[in-house]
């Protein structure tokens, strides 16, 4: 029966140049057995197999052991589901994705992508009816403490099933009673092939390579790309998967090769380049020009004529950014917005980026680094492609999982919420049940979360609708979303549970006492219940209104009588801090690494509501600026000083004085050259740490003073360092900035024994 219903959706997706999904649901053994059959049907009709693997299968046993065994395993890939994203960038004419043990979004949205246009995406699950009633792995990853499995609600998987049934091009076939619920057949128009793209009048990339262009979108990225041929310039190529982004990139690899340049190619991964490469490969052949592997680095590095297309992963990328002529970063979406920005030292730098990735949208590129690309001194060019290559246009599997996943959610459009301010929005508390009756809703609330953040995946939106711990508030304008909260509940752990902690056990979902417990050493830190704000956004066309605090104050009044405290952990940069500071938030930690995604130090900070969550803030906040001046001098000797100045002023209370005789003679003679900073350092760190920790706007320091008392006294960075840095003529000025700074702040203490020594100098 099997048979049947994929030989004419295969060919259906052939002709048209479509994808189709079929859904073979039941117990595990049958649909596995369905599954393997539909595979070799497949096989059986193709004339020619590749002699890459045609077929992916992801199951979370090996095919030696299971059902998975029934697949000829000549022509198949197997893969865990948890390493979906190994398909990123590479095609398949079949992928099948076993969801009987875990039915993870994320996994989903990777094989989604995997599937070449003519292809089959096979879906194997339970019995949808009865799916959304199932727990299965991915539910325990939800089930954070101290909620358990059962408190997980089936609502993403609830929306999943309905979109299944309601979409074309997807098939679903029962096989507990052997029927076929869909054929999955949407009988299109024939399609028409389109004339060739044309080749611009006027170009310096060889013919041959815009020859190999597939559509207009990617002729025109091309010629962009041409920009690379000179220093000081990016560009930046966005498109959703299935554009040719990194194919129009491998191109312009080629050609800069070609013509004798040195191009570095880096990327997450070496596989995610497999495509540039292979297009290098291609234009070279081409133009008749051989391709030599390096002997050592193999198909990381190859010689084309004169020139060199190379890969590196990006931490080793950074290290020599500048050496070569130009730089390829390939899904730039995925790096850590430090990375990127250590690749504009390159003497020209191109950026391909995901929009909608099937595997999580990546807005670090877009939320945080493009800002900083606009201030920085290269000529930015930027492309967009719309025209799918892998597919068809309208391809019915690609609507689907953008519907499904959210992929294109997006908050309401300007003009309905233009005029919202805190007096004309109205306070709306959303549960998982709301957004799944008001698919407009969830649109809205998920689609301004995405924007808002540097990164989304499609697990985020099961854990939006299923995680028991996890709540929504917003505010709303007649009726459209335009601030909005992402909430989790933490702490009110168990002793057992904080033991555990305590010895080094990851507990999900409890980030703050995660960190206070098992990296600051404080096993009560898990005993009260607080309330994390994992997200928070408002809408770009109504920032700085004040809505944004106007949510966190709603938040604070309906939740102060339920929690000891509210908090929240963040990519610290200053306006962040500030922020969450005007909120009534203090600092109680600092990390010492920076985040793999954000490319930034995390904060967390933490405002009381009762008194056990002011006993556990006063207590983080003493260790805190116990511990600040230590970690300043080493780890965080290069954190951002306008981070640590920010930082720091959110710090509760003003650490004492406790300098010694001989200490405040020192730093009363600096002004005057008789105390010199490399005497006592230490003093000079607890008279910045004193300064920066408190109110003392009334001093009237500039900020390039403090940013000196920073990096000098706290950071203990070289002279030439600081020098340089805050741009002084001379170290000589630098020095003595330094001396008459700290005169300031010493006059401010009051210290007799300083005031005694300062009177010395008249």
């Keep these: 029966m099997i048979e049947d219903v994929v030989a004419p959706l295969r060919a259906e997706a052939r002709n048209a140049g479509e994808r189709r999904l079929l859904v073979i649901h039941g117990d595990p053994a049958s649909t596995r057995s369905a599954a393997a059959t539909a595979v070799q049907t497949v096989l059986d009709a193709d004339e020619t197999v590749s002699t890459v693997s045609p077929v992916a299968l992801l199951a979370g046993e090996s095919p030696e052991r299971s059902q998975a065994g029934r697949f000829d395993q000549t022509h198949v890939e197997h893969l865990e589901p948890a390493h979906a994203d190994r398909l990123l960038g590479r095609t398949r004419d079949v992928v099948v994705l ?145 554009r040719g982004k990194s194919s129009a990139a491998g191109l312009a690899a080629g050609s800069l090769a070609l013509d004798g340049q040195d191009v570095l190619v880096t990327a997450p991964q070496y596989r995610s380049a497999g495509e540039l490469f292979a297009r290098v490969e291609e234009l070279a052949a081409a133009v008749g020009v051989p391709v030599e592997p390096d002997q050592e680095s193999g198909p990381r590095e190859i010689s084309v004529g004169d020139g060199c297309v190379r890969f ?153 609708l299923d995680a028991p711990n996890v709540t929504v508030r917003a505010l709303t304008h007649n009726g459209h979303v335009v601030s909005v909260a992402l909430l989790a509940r933490e702490g009110g752990l168990s002793a057992d549970r904080r033991a555990e902690m305590y010895e080094g056990a990851r507990v999900a979902g409890n980030m703050i006492p995660d960190v206070l417990t098992s990296q600051l050493r404080d096993e009560a830190a898990g005993m009260p219940v607080g309330l994390r704000v994992m997200r928070i956004a408002s809408h770009d066309a109504v920032r700085g209104r004040g809505l944004g605090s106007h949510l966190l104050t709603e938040i604070e009044s309906e939740f ?78 290069d954190l951002d000083p306008d981070i640590v100045r920010a930082v720091l002023r959110t710090v509760d209370g003003t650490p004492d004085l406790d300098l010694s005789v001989f200490e405040w003679r020192v730093l009363a003679g600096s002004p005057h050259g008789a105390g010199l900073y490399d005497t006592v350092p230490e003093a000079f760190g607890k008279l910045a740490l004193w300064y920066c920790s408190g109110s003392h706007d009334e001093l009237g320091l500039t900020d390039r003073q403090e940013r000196l008392l920073v990096t000098k006294a706290l950071q203990h960075r070289s002279w030439s360092a600081v020098t340089d840095q805050l741009d002084f003529h001379s170290q000589r000025e630098c020095m003595r900035t330094l001396g008459a700074t700290v005169g300031v702040l010493v006059d401010a203490t009051g210290n007799d024994v300083a005031q005694s020594e300062r009177d010395r100098f008249g």
């Design 312 to 464: 590196e992963c990006p931490p080793d990328a950074i290290t020599h950014a500048d050496e070569p002529d130009a730089v390829i970063v390939d899904e730039a979406a995925a790096l850590p917005v430090r990375l990127l920005e250590a690749f504009l030292a390159a003497p020209a730098v191109a950026f391909t980026t995901t929009v909608h990735g099937y595997e999580g949208a990546g807005r670090g590129f877009s939320v945080r680094f493009r800002d900083r690309l606009a201030e920085s001194d290269v000529a930015v060019t930027e492309r967009t492609m719309d025209e799918p290559i892998r597919y068809a246009a309208g391809d019915p599997i690609e609507v689907w999982a953008f519907r499904a996943l959210l992929l294109d959610a997006r908050p309401p459009v300007e003009q309905l919420i233009a005029d919202a301010t805190p007096a004309t929005v109205e306070y709306a508390r959303i549960d998982s049940t709301d957004l799944l009756a008001d698919e407009h809703l969830l649109r809205e609330v998920f689609g301004l979360l995405v924007v808002a953040h540097y990164r989304t995946e499609p697990a985020d939106l099961a854990r939006l």
């Design 98 to 242: 076993d969801c009987h043990e875990r039915c993870d979004p994320s996994a989903i949205g990777c094989v989604v992508g995997a599937v070449d246009g003519g292809g089959l995406l096979v879906l194997l699950a339970p019995p949808l009816d009865r799916w959304p009633d199932r727990r299965d792995a991915f539910d325990e990853s939800l089930s954070v403490p101290p909620f358990d499995r059962a408190d997980v609600t089936g609502h993403f998987r609830s929306r999943l099933v309905e979109t299944l049934r309601a979409h074309p091009g997807i098939a679903i076939v029962d096989t507990e009673p052997d029927r076929v619920e869909r054929d999955g057949l949407t009988r299109p128009a024939p399609r028409l092939d389109g004339d060739d793209p044309p080749v611009p009048d006027s170009h310096t990339f060889p013919s041959a390579a815009y020859d190999a262009c597939l559509t207009a979108d990617q002729v025109a990225c091309l010629s962009a790309l041409e920009a690379l041929r000179e220093a000081g310039n990016a560009v930046v190529i966005e498109a959703d998967r299935g």
């Design 560 to 637: 102060r009588e339920d929690v000891d405290w509210l908090g929240t952990g963040y990519g610290a940069t200053p306006p962040l801090v500030d922020f969450w500071a005007q909120n009534g938030y203090r600092s109680v930690h600092l990390s010492t690494s920076r985040n793999e995604r954000s490319g930034e130090h995390s904060a967390i900070m933490l405002k009381a509501t009762t008194a056990d969550g002011r006993d556990l803030l006063d207590r983080h906040t003493e260790w805190f600026r116990d511990r600040i001046e230590g970690t300043l001098a080493d780890p965080l000797s």
